[in-house]
């Protein structure tokens, strides 16, 4: 139990949680249908005679996201189904155009998988319990039309997976690392847009509480359709509270489905199990059962990339990178790309690249509000920089000075630094004789360091500066001042 | 001219002694007018369609197309584009596909020409074709029995040469029962011969297309133009398609045919074992042996298959719910009374039971004790027979054990459900099989059924065709449509 539980739940309760993560799969295609699977078309455009469900159409299977259900199993070290079924989950519902969702029951796709999350108390494993295939249904619209809703078919059958954790976190920040930690290997596997707002990742939380040291789970609700990881953590820990609350003045809490209002921040019931439907989940005899095979594994296997918890550590340990600017770098895939591409290119130490491209890079990129996939300048070109920094011919003033002017010109920091004459001097010959004169046209102020003012070190470093443009050598200035003043 | 066979049609198709257009409106006329007494069709084309009619006569000018111009219904659960669907069912009455069946399409690719509509039990449910929404189809050997079903329509059609063949669908003797009832020879091809897409699903893994005509012959040509992988159908088999060869002679010599003893000493009708019994000594007689074999779970299968198919409807009957398509109910003041009283309006009563008894069987704590449990028996019937054809090539067997029954006679449900005994079993585990005709009993048709191995459709037609180039009961009519 830490800290951030017990600020949350009165003393002596605990959370249990579990959570239940949709996916929708970036496939070009419906699970079943040829119909386009993509977000944001006119309502009903996207809608084949089988998603339709008109009569006598039947479903094919979509090769594609199998592939990424593998994908995804390997990520998380999960075992792979040698053969996987799909059946069918039977209710009736105006968007469900079948009377059922066709999804996967006994024989799922993925089966115990794990992942590693970050808490308050350090490093803690999440068992996944099973990742399986679905169809999305479609999309009951109750606020167009005065008397009637409205049913917009471009959803239903689209693939997703949903991915069903063990009850293992104890507090609403824990929940809301796991689904981050989900979150970050979907997308990284490019099986997944990630767009929260469309949809395309959202959660149901199944919350229960019970008495610190309770062996045996309380009784759990499911909060539905959570799909912001600001409103998770609200719902949770509302929602858990409301637990505590009810079985503290005596009462039961209740196996049933909740929605959470984000407006009013509190949950409301949605059906209880009473009223609760029996899916009547039986084999889908319109599939049959597909047989998953090594080759199909290896080949998804080779398409994983590199995860950003193990970037993170590369980063630190082998190039001894701070872990902040690591950690940024890692977990931004169009970043860290640029980053390893630049580093493999330059000459420069790696907390140099780093340093300067979340410093005076990322400024820019600011001021442009652009993003690095959108940058004019070459990861090549951009090592060009770097090396001419590395090698002390420009200092990080002057380099913020060149990338800008990159961005605008399309030149190399070469070619600018050259037309434009901002090479650092560092011919040791030329910086001496300004030193000696700098010293000689100031003899006060000489006398005044010399009898212990430390703070005039800084008036000659800055007359010598003034009298380059800036263009010496900081560090040489330094040490030749140090030298020729004592 | 009605009482050709399809070769013999074509020869004078491709000869010019009758045309396509001519050829049709013989059997429009006849369609239309015969379907006052039996109800046979749902809908009679009134004409031929322009596009069918070029169709057929470019296959014609080709060599090798038997099927360019030949006249056919399809049973109306086949999606017919632009043409009403019903189903037999108030459900469907308005229903018009937008797309056609992969096997209507196959058809027409051939240039066959869609003369009407076939009238079924509702949804494919029955076995008698008085559950259709449409009226009872009555039996052209005698108007006041029924046809058999669910493809009464079709049998009944075929029959009374209202077509010359059509097209039909087999769940649990749905094709074998109503042949044999109607004097007509139906077969029910190997599970994933044909492809389902277009079919309204019954119970999806038992459902299979087929077709009915007056020879083996005539079925094997057009089964050989329905069938064929279909990527838009999942359980359709990849090596699907497959082509009839006529057998060379009459001989069945080095044949092993295997007959389940118990069944036919089992039979009450004491004419329709003897017919059984003749019908297997006709085939002894052109060389076949007979062999006693067992199918020792087989008496298990009309309670398997009681739950599994009824399971399968309910979930795939869902999709009528007065939402999208279909009939939906004027009385309906919220969701649950548009859903209730548009499926209690929709579906007649037989639909309703199957589908309570469906929803029941898939019930959380009841799924093991049924549907699981009647899968394993599924499994061990399809285990009797893998074992019965290491032995044999052919089973022969009864079809029904009563010829066509009176209209009305039997109450509904279980006693209904015992009709079909003998065709079930196969029906489970996806084999072909046929029923053709032999010594009617009582003034009434007889079917005997032929079931194969799996996809061995041709050992079954073969031995039909020998055994219908020796006798003549696949040629008899009733007289009131001659």
Known sequence: ?486 | MIQLSIREMAAMLRAKQISVAELSSLFFDRARAFNQQTNALTKVCCDISADQLIQAETMLAQEGHVLAGIPLAHKDLFCTQGLRTTCGSNMLKAFIPPYDATVVSNLKSQGMITVAKANMDEFAMGSSNEHSAFGAVNNPWDLTRVPGGSSGGSAAAVAARMVPVATATDTGGSIRQPAALCGITGIKPSYGRVSRHGMVAFASSLDQGGVMAASADDCALVLSAMCGHDALDSTSHVDAQWSWQLPESNSMKGKKVGVVTDWIDGLKDEAIKQSTLEAIQTLKDQGAEVIDIQLPHAHLAVAAYYVIAPAECSSNLSRFDGVRYGHRSEDCRDLEQLYVNSRTEGFGEEVKRRIMVGTWALSSGYYDAYYLKAQKVRRLISQDFAAAFKQVDVIAAPVSPEVAFKHGEKSEGVSMYQADVFTIPASLAGLPCLSMPVKPAHGLPVGLQLMGNYFDEQSILSMAHQFQQVTAWHQAMPEAFL
């Open chain 1, 1 to 486: 139990m830490n800290q951030q539980n017990k600020s949350v739940l009165k003393a002596g309760w605990e959370m249990v949680l579990g959570l239940e993560i949709h996916v929708r799969l970036d496939t070009e295609s419906k699970l079943f249908s040829g119909a386009k699977a993509s977000y944001g078309a006119e309502a009903n455009a996207q809608v084949s005679f089988l998603d339709a469900a008109l009569p006598g159409t039947l479903p094919v299977f979509n090769e594609k996201a199998l592939a990424y259900a593998i994908r995804f199993g390997l990520s998380v070290d999960a075992a792979i189904a040698p053969v996987t079924a799909f059946a069918r989950k039977n209710y009736f519902y105006p968007d469900l155009p079948k009377g059922y969702q066709i999804s996967q029951m006994d024989k799922p796709i993925v089966g115990k998988g794990q992942i590693e999350i970050e808490t308050e108390a350090g490093k803690k494993t999440v068992e996944i319990t099973r990742a399986h295939l679905e169809e999305d249904a479609g999309k009951s619209i109750h606020d167009k039309y005065d008397q009637f809703t409205a049913i917009d078919l471009n959803r239903a059958g689209t693939p997703l997976i949903e991915v069903v954790s063990e009850p293992q976190m104890s507090s609403a920040k824990e929940a809301v690392a796991y689904m981050k930690a989900i979150y970050t290997r979907v997308t990284h596997l490019g099986i997944c847009d990630g767009n929260l707002q469309e949809g395309s990742f959202r959660c149901d939380a199944n919350v229960s509480v019970r008495k610190m040291g309770d062996e045996t789970l309380g009784t759990r609700a499911e909060i539905k359709n959570l799909n912001s990881f600001r409103f998770i953590e609200k719902a949770i820990n509302h929602e858990a509270k409301r637990q505590v609350k009810l079985i503290e003045s005596g009462g039961q809490v209740v196996q049933e489905t909740r929605l959470y209002d984000a407006d009013k921040d509190q949950t409301r019931s949605m059906r209880s199990k009473e009223n609760a439907n029996d899916y009547r989940y039986f084999p889908d005899p319109d599939l049959l059962p597909i047989v998953v095979t090594q080759e199909m594994i290896e080949a998804q296997r080779a398409l994983l990339p590199e995860f950003p918890e193990a970037k993170m550590a590369r980063y630190t340990q082998a190039w001894q990178i701070k872990t902040d600017d690591a950690e940024i770098i890692a977990f931004d895939q169009a970043l860290s790309a640029y980053f390893e591409q630049a580093q493999g290119l330059t000459q420069a130490k790696a907390d140099l690249n780093a340093k300067f491209l979340l410093g005076e890079y990322a400024a820019l990129l600011n001021a442009m509000e652009s993003k690095i996939s959108q940058s004019p300048i070459s990861a090549a070109d951009y090592a060009g920089l770097l090396d001419e920094l590395a090698k002390g011919s420009i200092s990080r003033k002057i380099a913020k000075q060149v990338v800008e002017n990159m961005w605008q010109s399309g030149d190399t920091a070469a070619v600018i630094i050259d037309s434009q004459g901002l090479a650092q001097i560092s011919d040791a010959s030329a910086l001496a004789a300004l030193v000696d004169e700098v010293i000689a046209s100031n003899p006060s102020q000489v006398e005044s360091y010399r009898a212990g003012n430390d703070k005039m070190f800084n008036f000659f470093v800055g007359q010598i500066m003034k009298q380059t443009k800036g263009q010496a050598n900081p560090v040489q200035t330094k040490d030749l001042l140090e030298e020729k003043l004592k």
